[in-house]
């Protein structure tokens, strides 16, 4: 069972959805978001009568946005309060503690942000808020002086996310710091079956321009990636599993895996793979539909995906809006211009830019050894912004 909501939705998750006749809740924007004709839509009783006889119950989001009509329909199973558990960064690290117990956090009001004293808090730390989404208002501070200047930021970029989001999605009332966590930053798609055994569907590495970098530029996955952390990360799931004691549900897992090895979770998104339907890099990468998987409760078969490589990445790049830029004011995007950057374009997704942050989705591949991530990640977008 699916339920569709905006931000975005991929043609891709469309057709398999009316390919395996999944139900798909009919509400208010499906018919705005879903051209295509065939799709299994029942109105909301129909879609909790329906949800009633399944067993398992298997439900995916797109978005966060339904997180609401959730918490409000499925009260009779575990759905909202797993949702709860993993949507709260705060909750979500109180429950971890006891498998993280040297982790430093501390959560923030809003309100108390501009008289909180950084000072008493180890640096680097980082800044986000409680309930989140894309980045917004994610900071790192490495000295005391640039917390005043932190405070303005978030306090600007707040204002302008206002609205867009539902406050299941999006929260500015509170913040949590944590303690940064030194080296490289993975993201991970999975499902836990109905036995609470994790399967992993796609892992993602997600590197940074610089130290102090904290935005969402590109993601990439190769074989490598997938054959030194398949196991590794597994387990990180298993222990998650076993405190949450969760089952039959989606996860997008992002984590942080320092130089000796140690691997820390930095959040866990629950109901949903990869935002904006960028989970289908999946099927560019390596023909796995992660939908589908999870629907059909099935395992991917990491031997035999695994037997050759290709010697490529598979990337997702995100043509952000700058912060410093009004998206509501933009007139122009010179696409084209854009989109000579890329090697090798797999697929291209034009998003609407007066409506949120961002103009672009690519998914595209680059060999292993060229230097294509790097020109990317230090692209200057604004020379494409009109």
């Known amino acids: 069972m699916i339920i569709l909501d905006k931000p975005y939705v991929s043609t891709f998750l469309l057709e398999t959805a009316r390919d395996m006749g999944i139900p798909v809740l009919d509400h208010s924007t499906v018919k705005e978001l879903t051209p295509l004709e065939g799709l299994k839509t029942v109105n909301e009783n129909e879609f909790m009568n329906i949800a009633k006889t399944k067993s398992p119950l298997l439900l995916y989001c797109n978005s966060e946005n339904s997180f609401q009509w959730i918490n409000k329909n499925f009260k009779y199973t575990k759905i909202p309060s797993s949702i709860e558990i993993f949507k709260n960064k705060v909750t979500f690290r109180k429950l971890v503690k006891k498998i ?33 989404f894309f980045s917004m208002g994610v900071h790192k501070l490495n000295e005391d002086n640039e917390w005043e200047s932190i405070v303005d930021l978030i306090q600007d970029e707040m204002n302008k996310v206002k609205g867009l989001y539902p406050t299941e999605v999006m ?22 079956d109905s036995n609470g055994d994790p399967v992993i569907l796609n892992i993602l590495e997600h590197p940074f321009s610089s130290n102090g970098d904290v935005s969402d530029r590109i993601y990439f996955t190769s074989k490598k990636i997938i054959k030194k952390y398949l196991v590794e990360f597994s387990n990180v799931l298993i222990s998650i599993g076993k405190v949450t004691g969760i089952s039959n549900f989606p996860v997008h897992m992002e984590v942080r895996v320092d130089k000796i090895g140690n691997i820390i979770p930095i959040e866990v998104n629950p109901m949903r793979f990869s935002g904006w339907c960028t989970t289908d890099i999946a099927y560019h990468a390596y023909g796995i539909n992660v939908y589908e998987n999870y629907f059909c409760q099935k395992k991917p078969d990491w031997n035999q995906i695994l037997n050759t490589d290709d010697n490529k990445l598979y990337c997702i790049v995100i043509g952000n809006i700058p912060d410093d830029i009004n998206f509501k004011e933009i007139k122009e995007i010179n696409y084209d211009a854009y ?9 291209f997704r034009k ?25 990317i990640l230090n692209l200057d977008l604004r020379q494409y912004i009109y």
Do not use: H, R
């Open 339 to 347: 989109l000579s950057n890329f090697s090798d374009i797999l697929e």
């Open 100 to 132: 993280y117990p040297n982790f430093l956090f501390k959560e923030v009001s809003y309100e108390q942000l501009s008289k909180f004293d950084a000072i008493k808090i180890k640096k680097p730390f980082i800044i986000k808020p409680a309930i989140g």
């Open 351 to 375: 998003i609407d830019y007066k409506q949120y942050p961002v103009f672009a989705f690519s998914f595209i591949s680059a060999l292993c050894n060229s230097n294509e991530v790097d020109k």
């Open 171 to 192: 929260n500015s009332s509170k913040f949590i710091i944590e303690e940064y966590i030194e080296g490289s930053e993975y993201a991970i798609d999975a499902y836990y």
